[in-house]
């Protein structure tokens, strides 16, 4: 998250690099926008440009991390193991 030069690594260069996006100088794909969102609040602004300088100098914590693994739910294939929709209908009243 925030690194929006894709080189890998939070630094000021990603944070320059939002600075000149919100000075109308570069233009970001939507996916900058994305990562460069980095308080997640929907939008990049000058807080995130804040927010990573903080970061960078030690006094915040980084927000997030690069837990990017692909753990999504799989469309379940569970091919039948045996027991097929089995409704018990017998209702003791
Ligand atoms: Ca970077
Ligand atoms: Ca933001």
């Known amino acids: 998250m925030g690194d929006v030069d894709f080189d890998g690594e ?3 260069l990603d944070v320059t690099a939002i600075q000149r996006y919100l000075a109308d100088l570069d233009k970001f794909s939507d996916y900058q926008k994305k990562i460069g969102d980095y308080d997640a609040d929907g939008e990049v602004t000058i807080l995130d440009c804040t927010k990573i ?41």
Do not use: C, F, H, M
């Open 10 to 12: 939070l630094t000021i």
């Open 53 to 93: 300088q903080r970061v960078l100098a030690g006094l915040d914590d980084p927000l997030y991390t690069d837990t990017e693994n692909g753990s999504e739910n799989g469309s379940g294939n569970e091919a039948g193991s045996g027991s097929e929709n089995e409704y018990e209908s017998e209702r003791t009243t």
